[in-house]
């Protein structure tokens, strides 16, 4: 708004018409005081003041508006009828004015300042907006700054307080923040620990997590700085998103007792499991032995009691070899055979050993299915151990029940085996485990006896071919488990 200011009505009106004319708004004053009061309360972006005025004249009303800070910076055109002499010029641009027009006014003189002084003006508050903006922007960011500054040290006190070892490190795998115990493995806060020369670089480990967005757990052996060798840890590094980017936290957890407790109890359990087969083969010969001579002597009621002997022998036999095998599988050395085979003859004789083992049992065997000409790539022996522990688990964990049922299906590129049966089941909370060394059905698991190990194997046999292992059941309508194994013979064999 531009406030024009002289005492002479016919000036005001004259000059209020030709700026509204032109499309700006106006405010009049008709005397120095009233403009006083007026630019006091108001902002205006120009002020066109009439020198001559009685009691305060024009330059009196300019001086007093340079002396308000908030009205200082208003430009003022002066006009005045006579005075164009330099003195009252200079006394006008001291005062803080910053233009003059001589009357009788030419309006287009006039229009041309005032355009200028308003784009100026206009200019003046798009400048203070933007510099108000970026003040306020400033602030913003230096409070943000301030809350990410005491999270992240909140962070760190809380990384320092842990017992394990913890880091920080960026989307790019550069280390930020390492708490005191990071010394104990490394000498500096940029290099990751030195690993086992058969384990991977930490650094090349955790840049696949990177990469991927994915969490990284690992186990690893690291070098102790004091030279006394490596000491196994679990390493987790976790993504955290902050500011849209991915910061990562680590720890080390020291899992070397663990570990060696862990091998300390692989060693022993291959050790007995060796020691106790040698004599258990023995009374096993033996036993077939005295079987065949008390059955050359018919009625012999002895012979019923070898009978129960040699199937208690043949359970602890089981038990023996599926700790051997436990101990195979964690020295790596599970020996897998494969070769062309007939799957029909691998599914009969596991039905043929459960049913002898069997005998007493009530259940009916049914077979579904016809793979009567199909030829299989794999380890004969290892699968119809796979099937005779799904036959055996289903005889035990469906004692009482009418039947079971083995399944084969061939499909496109693979044959699935699946044995149903109708026994208790497996809750579905449950059943991820099954497949763990030494998982039993907690519930369960003083009704039967068994170790948790006989389904681990199974399913480490399962993956060295290529297959896959699962359990459908819900808990009390019975089990079905099943393996798969694909069908591409190997190009000779066809
Ligand atoms: P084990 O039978 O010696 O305990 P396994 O490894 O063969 O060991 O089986 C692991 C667990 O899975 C068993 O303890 C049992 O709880 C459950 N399980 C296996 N088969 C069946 C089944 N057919 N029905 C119900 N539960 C089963």
Redesign the pocket.
Known sequence: MILIVDDNPDNIYSLQKLLESKNFKVDTAQSGEEALKKILKYNYALIILDVQMPDMDGFEVAENIAGFSKTKETPIIFLSAVNTDKRFITKGYDSGGLDYVTKPVDPDILMLKVKTFYRLYEQTQALKDIQQTLEREVEGRKQAQKELRSKVDYLHTLLESLPQIAFTCDHRGNIGFVNGRWFQFSDNEHTFPQTHPDDRPIAAELQESLESGKPLEMEVRVKKRDESGYSYQLLRVWPILENGENNWVGTFTDIDAQKKAEKEKDEFLSIASHELKTPLTSIKAYMQLLDRKLKLDKGCAESKYVNRVQDQVEKLNSLITDLLDLSKIDNGKLGINKKVFSLERMVQNAIDSIVQTHDQSNMELYRQGDISDLMVYGDEIRLEQVLV?FLT??Y???AGTEKVIVDCEVMVDFVKVSVI?F????PESKQPE?FDKF???EE??FD?Q???????ICSEIIRSHQGTIAVE?SAGNG?T?YFTIPLNLPTDAK
């Open positions: 522990n688990n289903a035990k964990y469906a049966d026994g208790i089941g497996i099954v998982y039993r059905v369960t698991s039967f068994g170790l948790g190990i006989g389904l681990y059941s089990a488990f």
